[in-house]
């Protein structure tokens, strides 16, 4: 089969299509002819070399193959594969499975996938696997967000940011959303009330409190986040610096003593909340907003639009 081989760090010049041998599924695991992988800001902090990767792969990236939201038809299935049959059309993640969505095949674990309603297109699907779910489990599962409540989330201009204002919209929340000032339109689109540009705002700075923060990029202290929500707000951290993840993890232990909430984000790849999310897509309830689509001989330009932040919305791969 062909695949985009991640040969080194540093950038998509370091993808190289190459022959590999398909895939065998393990016994908990499907073997999936790729439709489409959507490219997400995790690959592009893999090929670069980000620090936290560097501390699994010191020297090499530690996947081969990158690509971990896909969708696409079941070719075979493990011995112990009961719920997902052989010719069904499932979209899911292959983070816990070694990823290797940039080729034609590739094997994950059967939980990480649910089954893709024909209505909903094979490129909307690779969409909701991360980005989709991080939004998603961020307003619902760890935001707690309530119909009135004034929410915050810092680069909502994102992959997942997208995901989560359309949410917090749908759950009846007002909505103020951070980003570059150039992804306004975009933002506005998706249902944001409010809008700051965070080169030129500090949102903690804001003469308002927040009943959730969430935010995708955190590197501020944990004394500013609680400054700027309210007495018993709850800020979700879904991504950030390493300083502050460490500092959001100190923080989220001492939970029962206080009554502003810190929560680190810890998305799963639930199935239930796979089919609530692809049933809101159907029902136009919440959109998917795919900037470009490349071919698969294209691989390399989509993983380096997505590292040069040129994107306003997903970015996916056609695979076949
Ligand atoms: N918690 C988990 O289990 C989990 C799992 C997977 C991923 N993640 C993390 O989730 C986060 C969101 O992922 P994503 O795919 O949505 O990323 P993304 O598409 O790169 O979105 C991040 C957004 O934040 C903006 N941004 C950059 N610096 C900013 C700042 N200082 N203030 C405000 N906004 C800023 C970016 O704009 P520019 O274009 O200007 O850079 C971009 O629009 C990432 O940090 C990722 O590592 C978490």
Redesign the pocket.
Same mark, same amino acid.
């Given at each position: 089969m062909r695949a985009f081989v991640c040969t080194g760090y540093g950038g998509s010049q370091q993808l190289k299509l190459q022959e590999l041998e398909k895939p065998t599924p393990k016994s908990d695991e499907i073997l999936v002819r790729v439709k489409a992988v959507s490219v997400?800001?995790?690959d592009? &902090?893999i090929i670069k070399g980000a620090p936290i990767i560097r501390m699994v792969g010191p020297f090499r990236p530690p996947y081969k193959v990158l690509g971990a939201d896909i969708s696409g038809v079941v070719e075979a299935v493990g011995a112990n594969v009961h719920d997902i049959g052989v010719g069904e059309e499932v979209f899911g993640d292959l983070?816990d499975s070694r990823w290797g969505g940039m080729a034609e095949y590739a094997t994950g674990k059967a939980e990480h996938f649910t089954i893709k309603p024909k209505k909903l297109s094979f490129e909307d699907a690779c969409c909701l696997p991360?980005?989709g779910l991080?939004?998603f489990q961020g307003i619902r599962t760890f935001g707690e967000v309530k119909k009135g409540d004034k929410i915050l989330i810092?680069?909502?201009?994102?992959?997942?940011?997208m995901f989560a204002i359309q949410t917090a919209k749908l759950d009846g929340a007002e909505v103020w959303a951070? &980003?570059?000032a150039d992804?306004f339109d975009a933002m506005r689109k998706f249902g944001a009330d409010h809008m700051f540009d965070?080169k030129a705002t500090n949102y903690t700075k804001l003469d308002q409190q927040f009943d959730v923060i969430i935010d995708?990029?955190a590197?501020r202290s944990i004394k500013s986040y609680r400054r700027a929500l309210a007495v018993d707000g709850r800020f979700v951290?879904?991504?950030?610096k390493l300083p502050t993840i460490l500092g959001t993890f100190l923080a989220s232990r001492k939970n029962d003593s206080n009554t502003q909430k810190i929560k680190?984000?810890?998305?799963s790849v639930d199935k239930d909340d796979l089919d609530s999310l692809a049933k809101l897509v159907i029902e136009d309830k919440i959109k998917v907003h795919i900037h470009k689509i490349f071919d698969f001989e294209h691989t390399p330009e989509a993983v380096q639009m997505?590292g040069d932040?040129d994107?306003l919305g997903k970015v996916i791969i056609r695979v076949s």
């Open positions: 997400n800001s995790w592009w &902090d983070s991360q980005a991080l939004g810092n680069g909502a201009g994102g992959g997942a940011g951070v &980003d570059r992804k965070y995708a990029v590197h951290m879904m991504g950030g680190i984000l810890m998305w997505v932040q994107a």
